[in-house]
């Protein structure tokens, strides 16, 4: 749960430097937590019954 919950908090702390590296505002770069908020769940279910081995 730690690195789950750093992975997302992470993005918002570095927020500023993001968007000043891709060249767009700090509000269009917040679209990035919002991707991570809604794409990591659905990445998790989706994933959850892959065989381990595979990956």
Do not use: Y
């Not at 750093?6 to 991707?35: F, H, K, R, T």
């Amino acid at each position: 749960m730690f690195v789950l919950g750093s992975g997302e908090l992470l993005v918002v702390g570095l927020l500023n430097l993001i968007a000043a590296d891709l060249q767009v505002s700090v509000p269009v770069a917040g679209v990035l937590v919002l991707g991570l908020a809604v794409g990591r769940p659905i990445l998790t279910a989706l994933t959850i019954k892959l065989n381990k081995r595979m990956i």
